[in-house]
């Protein structure tokens, strides 16, 4: 069995911070999708990683896959209210039909 | 981009009761279905697989006389929760998977479900 754990669980921050949610995993994964959830609506595809090392941004969010594989990270600068919500890591294996481990949520509140 | 929807959006049903929940795809042929529950604050916990015209394969703990599930169409997916208990409550979304060029899955915008 596949395993992410996902840190931190929970962040409450200031408006204009800056932050980093990481996601590790013993196993390698074939690619890494991040998704956003709000309360009472379902998850919402952010970005998909799929190469060791890559390097994505989604203007002031920064996804990284690590170089092996096994981990990835979200940075957001200058956070904001609106980024308010449940930040899930899922990987894939392509092997097991990209069926998605989930990581266990970093719930963040950015505060104005 | 592809569209999964789901319905209710929320259900409010007497102990005892039975409730289905329904998962579409819309703009594509979903040869795969997921089905997740969620509790308040916590992440998404796979409760069964299942592929169009064969029956599903439920993950471990997970009742499948008490979760029924139905994936009769490329396009639908239903979810049944048999005697629902205050247990029971919780927001459940189902995830939904194409064919070769539709590789990840999209969910829809999940049910919840409170038993009294």
């Known amino acids: 069995t596949q395993l992410l754990e996902q840190s931190p669980q929970f962040l409450s921050i200031q408006e204009g911070e800056n932050l980093t949610v990481y996601c590790n995993s013993s196993?390698?994964?074939?690619?890494l999708q991040w998704y956003r959830q709000e309360p009472g609506e379902g998850p919402v595809l952010l970005v998909t990683v799929v190469t060791g090392g890559e390097v994505k941004k989604l203007k002031r969010l920064t996804f990284q896959f690590g170089d092996a594989r096994k981990d990835s990270s979200l940075h957001i600068t200058a956070a904001q209210p609106g980024d308010t919500g449940l930040y899930l890591c899922a990987g894939a294996n392509h092997n097991a039909g990209n069926m998605l481990t989930f990581g266990g949520g970093t719930r963040l509140m950015v505060k104005p | 981009g592809a569209v999964v929807s789901q319905h209710p959006s929320w259900v409010i049903c007497k102990s005892g009761t039975s409730v289905k929940i329904e998962c579409r795809s819309l703009?594509?042929?979903?040869?795969?279905m997921f089905w997740y529950r969620q509790f308040p604050k916590q992440s998404l916990m796979l409760m069964a697989t299942?592929?169009?015209?064969?029956?599903?394969?439920?993950e471990q703990g997970v009742e499948k006389d008490k979760f029924l599930i139905n994936h009769a169409s490329l396009t639908l997916s239903t979810l049944t929760v048999t005697s629902a208990h205050p247990e029971d409550s919780s927001f459940y979304i189902c995830s939904a998977r194409g064919r070769q060029g539709r590789v990840f899955p999209f969910f829809g915008q999940g049910t919840r479900l409170t038993v009294v």
């Open positions: 299942s592929n169009e015209g064969s029956k599903a394969t439920y």
């Open positions: 703009d594509f042929q979903a040869t795969t």
């Open positions: 196993s390698v994964f074939s690619s």
